[in-house]
């Protein structure tokens, strides 16, 4: 998991001068950033700021009309199923099937990405065992609680290995300790596996320090890179005061 | 992108559908419910109102009952279809439809499949009805009953083709009480579901005419001929072409370039 192969680009995820409206409001204007291999990046903006819009448009929901969005070097709207195969999402609502068990769940998906039953029941148990989740494996998925689900999601979203996983405000909801050890296992997998990671949130304190950020507010990128980046840019001590002087100014 | 991973993912899709219907009982029941009280209450209570003279497919004088019994698989097929159209629905506003967009599967291939899962289920569905109506004496030559295979499948595709089409326009779950009033009753009562087209004539020639051109009719007509064995190239034909323009047409609805998709995100 976590590269997009020798052959292709270093960029797990490439976004390049993205546009986007709808019929009344511009959503989002001349956005430009990519994403590496083993990098996680934190993309901080508040509701309505276009994260929802730019993570439909990453995941073809929406198609690309001006500008252009690139996985592992192929094209979302030319190739559309090659780049599917090398992303990973984990949306903002839970999307399981709460009458199916764990498995049944992760099987439908594995079955999604083509994948065999044999190679699937292997790739199941690695990842639920990552998780602290393998032993409940056959309860049902209305039986678990708020922060197991979440883990059952990020294990189905990692079944097929893609080079970057995407993340839309996954901790929303949850209780303390679920949410730090989402934090915590999301990470690891950027380092350990290389995976490519791209989350997006309003709650700073899921920043660790090596994170790099992308703060997005009305549909523009008003500042990115790493943290000291960031904090230069924006002329600040601390992300939480640089988010908040973004959401203030209009131009920076 | 091999054939096999598209014969895993249609298998993972229909699967996933059947066993869901299997195990909501409170679906499977009132699915069957609704001919069934047709067959019982309505039909028994018509009998004798309305004569039925010797029309093919039929060869003899037939109770109304008799007359009534495809017209309920029809309702039974229509009510799916539109079932299913629901659930895409609510799937895409509870989100599980992002996971079924986000494979890396071309969309009108994931549309057929949802289409396949709904007609089996539907398919399943008429099976169990017909069983209980041979109890009830209603009983069709017993080839019949593989004969309207085939044609529970293109009657199936064709009124989830329409249920898929009416989806990609709902934007959400409340408007879905619109779909009753405007598609489902007028579908159902201007056919020959429950009265020959030839009675239609007597009372009203614009009824007439709404009900020959109308599609449900048309599936109809094809699973009646097809449970006495017979085949009625016009009703095939209609039923045929009906299928490919609404699947199409859903095809083009769910395309994230062209369809509503986007319109539907300005929320």
């Known amino acids: 998991m976590g590269s997009c192969g020798k052959t292709m680009t270093a960029q797990a995820l490439k976004v390049e001068d993205l546009s986007f409206s709808y019929a009344t409001k511009k959503a989002l204007n001349n956005v430009s950033f990519s994403v590496a291999a083993g990098e996680?990046?934190?993309?901080?903006?508040?509701?309505?700021?276009?994260?929802?819009?730019?993570?439909?448009?990453?995941?073809?929901?929406?198609?690309?009309?001006?500008?252009?969005?690139?996985?592992?070097?192929?094209?979302?709207?030319?190739?559309?199923?090659?780049?599917?195969?090398?992303?990973g999402v984990v949306f903002q609502q839970t999307t399981l099937d709460l009458d199916l068990t764990v498995t049944q769940n992760l099987r439908y998906h594995a079955a999604l990405h083509g994948m065999s039953r044999k190679a699937a029941n292997l790739r199941i148990a690695e990842e639920l065992e990552r998780l602290n989740m393998l032993e409940r494996r056959n309860e049902k998925v209305r039986q678990l609680n708020g922060g197991h689900k979440r883990r059952v999601e990020i294990a189905r979203a990692l079944l097929h290995q893609p080079a970057l996983l995407l993340l839309d405000e996954p901790t929303v909801g949850l209780d303390m300790p679920s949410r730090q050890a989402i934090v915590e296992h999301v990470h690891k997998l950027a380092s350990e596996h290389q995976l490519a990671v791209l989350w997006a949130t309003h709650l700073i304190d899921e920043v660790y320090p090596e994170d790099r950020l992308l703060m997005l507010h009305k549909g523009e990128i008003k500042a990115k890179g790493t943290i000291s980046d960031v904090l230069q840019i924006t002329e600040t001590d601390n992300i939480g005061a640089a988010f908040k002087q973004i959401a203030k100014e209009t131009v920076l | 992108m091999s054939l096999l991973h598209f014969l895993r993912a249609m298998w993972g899709i229909v699967g996933r559908e059947l066993w869901r219907f299997i195990q909501q009982k409170e679906r499977f029941i009132s699915a069957l419910v609704r001919p069934l009280i047709w067959l019982f209450v309505f039909a028994a209570g018509f009998r004798n109102t309305l004569g039925m003279a010797i029309a093919p497919p039929y060869e003899t004088y037939i109770l109304y009952e008799v007359y009534i019994t495809p017209g309920l698989i029809g309702m039974i097929q229509l009510f799916n279809g539109m079932q299913s159209s629901l659930t895409m629905v609510y799937d895409r506003e509870m989100g599980s439809m992002r996971i079924l967009l986000v494979s890396p599967l071309p969309r009108w291939f994931l549309l057929i499949c949802k289409l396949i899962a709904g007609t089996a289920v539907s398919i399943l569905q008429v099976y169990v009805f017909l069983g209980i109506a041979w109890f009830y004496d209603i009983q069709a030559p017993l080839q019949g009953y593989l004969l309207i295979l085939p044609a529970l499948i293109l009657d199936g595709l064709m009124l989830g083709a329409l249920g898929l089409l009416l989806s990609s326009f709902i934007r959400q779950l409340e408007n879905f009480a619109g779909v009753m009033n405007f598609v489902i009753f007028p579908l159902f009562f201007m056919s020959t579901a429950l009265y020959p087209l030839w009675k239609i004539q007597e009372s009203s020639a614009l009824l007439h005419n709404l009900a020959s051109y109308n599609p449900f009719s048309q599936g109809v007509e094809l699973i009646r001929f097809a449970l006495y064995g017979q085949f009625n190239q016009q009703a095939f034909i209609y039923t045929l072409a009906a299928f490919i323009i609404f699947m199409i047409a859903a095809i083009i609805g769910y395309t994230p370039s062209k369809g509503m998709m986007t319109r539907k995100g300005g929320d």
Request: some cysteine.
């Open chain 1, 40 to 87: 996680c990046t934190i993309l901080l903006g508040q509701n309505g700021a276009g994260k929802s819009t730019l993570f439909s448009l990453i995941t073809r929901l929406y198609d690309t009309r001006a500008g252009k969005i690139e996985l592992c070097g192929f094209d979302v709207k030319q190739q559309t199923r090659l780049a599917l195969a090398k992303l």
